[in-house]
């Protein structure tokens, strides 16, 4: 078993684990903490992984090739290049952040930790995967576990939350496998390996191109969230648990952006360049409607995932620039933003739940003068508000200013914008 490999099934092995365990107070702790080890491994491996990396060759890295499904052409396929080793480190570093929040967790230790190691791997599959068929069985992965995870585990209206999350992200995983089917079915040759697919579609008509990029678009913008696909977001975030929040906000929103980046720009070159302008206004309409909408929140929780459709659209601003002269700039600066992202607003996730556990709520208006009682914890919460309004000198800034100046020298007629 290659690296890859075992940074994504080691967690799959931890939560089979949990299946052993008696439910009792032994038990529960022994969960807790073979919980932290399995999710520790990967964390450890991408730490390896990312100081063995070679970051002058643009080639995929790590690969791992194996037939799987001979009749389909299907292979278990895996590597990374510099597009996912981020999302890699980031979602297993957010992990063992997450699974250490969870330690407060006393109902049904077991199943939570069960289903927190299984969408971990789902997250580290899909960003490891090179084969579209291998990539969308770890999507659906994903599916199940934050279903039940929000749905046992979280607020007063867990289940009004996670039955709208399931039906959305399963709406869009349908456009996603129409998309996948109608590329496989395309193409002269039956494949679902992502560089030959991009490679079949370059005499693929542009009406085709069209509908294939949009069907795929759909299912990624659900999870992004891109306007007007945003809606399941803020109260998912209000109700689930606070680890899940984390992973949500920090990894799970990144497979949207991801998805578009690894497939639909690179497959459907012609279509990208065509969606460039409907996907810039997209961008503005989250950055603007998102930030006018944490504005108006009393609960932080709330507040905060109004902010998360902010930021992705920044995501979006960067990733409209892959046709202009500041491609690499924006592609730099939408990779930056997913890091950034994950890491701030994970970080405001766990701060606002360390109120919540003491306070049992989250209305701003309860809060007045709290820095005078907490002055440790207000000066942690003033640096990480600060990184996520983009303030200059953190990493919040940076990725942001990438993202917003990369599209800037682009003239507004639709001349001049091709693939360098």
Known sequence: MGLLSLIVFVPLIGALS???LKDDARGRDSARWLATAF?????????????????????????EKLRWIPAFNIHYSVGVDGLSLPLVILTALLSFVAVVASFGIEHRVREYFFWFLALECGMLGVFVAQDFFLFYVFWEVTLVPMYFLIGIWGGPKKEYA??????????GSVFLLLGMLALYFAGEIRTFDFVELAQQSRGMAMGMQILIFLALYVGFAVKIPAFPFHTWLPLAHVEAPTAVSVILAGVLLKMGVYGLLRVSFPILPQATQWFIYPMTVIAFINIVYGAFCAMAQKDMKRMVAYSSINHMGYCLLGMAALTGVNAAAGLSGAVLQMVTHGIITGSLFLLVGVLYDRAHTRDIDQFGGLGAKLPVYTGIMTVQVMASLGLPGLAGFV?????SSAPSDRRLCGCGWRFR
């Open 18 to 20: 949990m299946l052993f």
């Open 39 to 63: 999710s520790a491994v990967p964390l450890v491996l991408s730490g390896w992984l990312y100081f063995d990396f070679d970051t002058a060759s643009p080639a995929m890295q790590y690969l």
């Open 162 to 171: 996670a039955i709208k999350f399931f039906l959305y992200t399963l709406a």
């Open 399 to 403: 990725s942001e200013f990438l993202c």
